[in-house]
């Protein structure tokens, strides 16, 4: 980690804040979260169930359902805010400037046209290429993204492939037109260790080829340690940690990321009881005042309940949400 | 073990036919389940582990091979004594959500199974209290019968998947993947009570898991299966610490882990698992394996074994030398 990374910024999101309209009113799914994504490296949004961070990947690729609207903040892509453009900017941004990567390959394939024609898709709309140029291309493609005999299988429907190949479907349609930000949201949660292992490398080599700003959106504490730069784990619809994912894990500052890593059953000898984190996150629709994490906090006082903690910095590049930081300790 | 297993497996075959063929989902399968241990069951989508445990729960006939239940072949029995037999093995599904009908209340859920098994609590009043003992059983509050499934968080609905798997009296809870809908938080408190509930009540369990942390934690023996047969099995220590199957050391080595510090080089096995209509000839993992050679394509590998449990079929066991496994004639 060098501080010339500083410079190569390509994602900047800021307050960016997302309601629900539901029949009993507003939910705020996403509450002021900010981060920041850098060309080449693996940024991790970590969190558990309804922490928002699906929400936030969706509305930064400005996919939201229409109950759903981004009330507040920005997300500059390359300077450009993807909240304010007109949709003309945002599709042409869609592809070259931002894709994603979801989980269930299957529903985000269209079953009834051959996997081919959809990843030609991007080269016709795009690069205004013939079909059987594009069709070229989307042959090179599967053939990068490792599936046998792309000759072949180009006309295949995408029920015919197994969940890894999909997966390499999706990725390699998602980076078809080198973006600058790949987002990934639980790209491999629906696949065997042996496969998710294949999909994360070839992830990370993507990457590479393309220096891409990938923005990985995870539950999972392990891959996060294995293939995130940095982290931001979120809670109740807010970042309340961020930073060096090695720095973070080995000496957390919020007491949600310590109970998160103290419940991990790698940390505990076999036999002995787990860790774990008292109480449920709050309901979305009825979130306390002051700090989110109040009701679970071992180390809650007055203060926490009146208002809520900034995510202020703690130590270079670090930043946590809680007013008693310095009290997170390691034991 | 000097006592005789609760629960013995030999030479377990089932087929399936399906378009296309037959399915060979177990060839050859057998384990041991002795009273209060937990067995791991570890492999990857298409493995067998659930046509495993479909058995075990006795839902599925065996094409061939035996399994010995405290003694007795379940199998044999009909009627009556059948139905007397499927009450002593129970399971918790994994998502708390779709196993659980969300028109009940927790107490309706929990006495379900005494609505089939009407003879284990003959009057309303005692199962009723039995229902407030299982709900306190699982930390849940007794008063908690009467709400609605809603009301509950899917830690708490995975409580009372458990307390409805105990509510018969099980010998075995077969436990597919009981926590991998969960949150990590909550994840700790069920695999907490269900190693409280084995203390308290000796209960065996099948722990069927994809996260080989989880695994590590809970169990005391491990197997591990490959395209229907059981590849390596042991010790969970043993298994974890010295895996002597190329296939069991690469399943280690794909799962992620925290421990960034040990620069390990990962084994990245090539293509996915062949597809079980057409198994490879040999051994079945060869297609995927570095050590494969000539042998591997023609022979079936043998059974190694060190005399104290653990075992493994293989060609080019890993760890040669003085610990290394002896072939089993």
């Not at chain 1, 009330?71 to 909240?83: E, F, I, K, N, P």
């Not at chain 1, 080269?123 to 046998?148: N, Q, W, Y």
């Not at chain 1, 993507?206 to 293939?227: F, G, K, P, Q, Y």
Request: aromatic letters at 4%.
């Amino acid at each position: 980690m060098t501080a010339t990374l500083g410079t190569d910024t390509v994602l900047e999101v800021d307050g960016l804040t997302v309601d629900i309209r539901t029949h009993d009113g507003t939910v705020r799914a996403v509450d002021g979260v900010g981060f920041s994504a850098r060309r080449g490296e693996t940024l991790a949004l970590l969190g558990e169930s309804g922490c928002g961070k699906s929400m936030t990947a969706r509305a930064v690729v400005g996919l939201l359902e229409p109950v759903v609207d981004v009330t507040a903040g920005s997300v500059l892509l390359d300077g450009v805010d993807l909240v304010t453009a007109d949709d003309r900017t945002r599709r042409a941004l869609a592809g070259p400037g931002i894709a994603i990567v979801f989980q269930d390959a299957l529903t985000a394939l269209n079953p009834v046209y051959p996997v081919g024609t959809q990843l030609a898709e991007p080269f016709r709309i795009h690069r205004g290429m013939s079909r059987r140029d594009a069709r070229r291309e989307a042959i090179a493609l599967m053939e990068r993204v490792g599936i046998p005999e792309p000759q072949v299988r180009v006309d295949a429907y995408p029920h015919q492939f197994s969940g890894g190949m999909r997966q390499r479907l999706l990725i390699a349609m998602a980076v078809a037109l080198s973006p600058t930000v790949l987002l990934a949201d639980e790209p491999t949660t629906a696949l065997d260790v042996t496969v998710q292992a294949q999909i994360m490398t070839l992830l990370r080599d993507l990457r590479a080829e393309h220096r891409m700003a990938v923005v990985l959106i995870t539950h999972d504490l392990a891959l996060v340690a294995e293939e995130a730069d940095r982290v931001a784990i979120m809670y109740a619809g807010t970042v309340v940690e961020t930073g060096p994912v090695g720095e973070v894990f080995a000496s957390p500052r919020h007491p949600y990321s310590k109970g998160l890593l103290d419940s991990v059953p790698e940390h505990v000898r076999p036999g002995e009881p787990l860790r774990s984190i008292g109480g449920a996150p709050p309901d979305l629709a009825d979130v306390p005042a002051g700090c989110v994490y109040q009701d679970r906090c071992p180390l809650v006082r007055d203060r926490c309940r009146a208002s809520r903690p900034p995510l202020d910095e703690t130590g270079p590049g670090r930043a946590a949400a809680c007013f008693y930081s310095s009290e997170v300790s390691d034991g | 073990m000097g006592e005789q297993p609760l629960l013995e497996v030999r030479d377990l075959s089932k087929s399936f036919t399906v378009r296309g063929g037959k399915v060979r989902a177990l060839d050859g399968v057998g384990l041991e389940l002795a009273r209060g241990e937990t067995l791991g069951l570890v492999g990857e989508s298409g493995c067998g582990k659930s046509t495993l445990a479909r058995h075990l729960l006795m839902l599925e006939r065996p094409d061939a091979g035996t399994v010995r239940f405290d003694g007795t072949d379940p199998f044999a029995l009909s009627g009556k004594e059948l139905f007397d037999w499927r009450r002593r093995v129970q399971m918790v599904f994994q998502d708390p959500y779709d196993s659980l009908n969300a028109r009940m209340t927790a107490g309706e859920i929990v006495a379900e199974p005494w609505r089939t098994h009407r003879t284990m609590y003959r009057t309303a009043r005692e199962r009723a209290a039995r229902v407030r003992e299982l709900l306190h059983l699982v930390g849940l509050r007794p008063s908690d019968a009467d709400r609605h499934l809603q009301e509950f968080s899917g830690g708490q609905r995975q409580r009372l998947g458990i307390a409805r798997a105990l509510a018969l009296d099980p010998d075995v809870v077969v436990c597919d993947e009981p926590v991998s809908a969960l949150d990590l938080s909550v994840q700790a408190q069920v695999l907490n009570l269900l190693a409280e509930l084995q203390r308290e009540l000796g209960v065996s369990y099948v722990f069927i898991s994809h996260d080989l942390s989880v695994v590590r934690h809970v169990a005391d023996r491990v197997v591990v299966m490959y395209l229907g047969r059981i590849v390596e099995s042991g010790t969970t220590e043993e298994v974890f610490e010295r895996p002597q199957h190329p296939y069991t050391a690469a399943l280690m080595s794909a799962a992620p882990s925290l421990d960034r510090s040990s620069a390990r080089e990962r084994i990245v096995l090539e293509g996915e698992i062949p597809s079980p209509l057409n198994p490879p000839s040999g051994c079945r993992f060869r297609t995927r394996c570095w050590k494969a050679t000539d042998i591997c394509v023609t022979e079936a590998p043998p059974r190694l074994d060190d005399g104290a449990g653990h075992a493994a079929e293989c060609h080019h066991p890993l760890v040669p030398g003085p610990e290394a496994l002896a072939r089993v004639p």
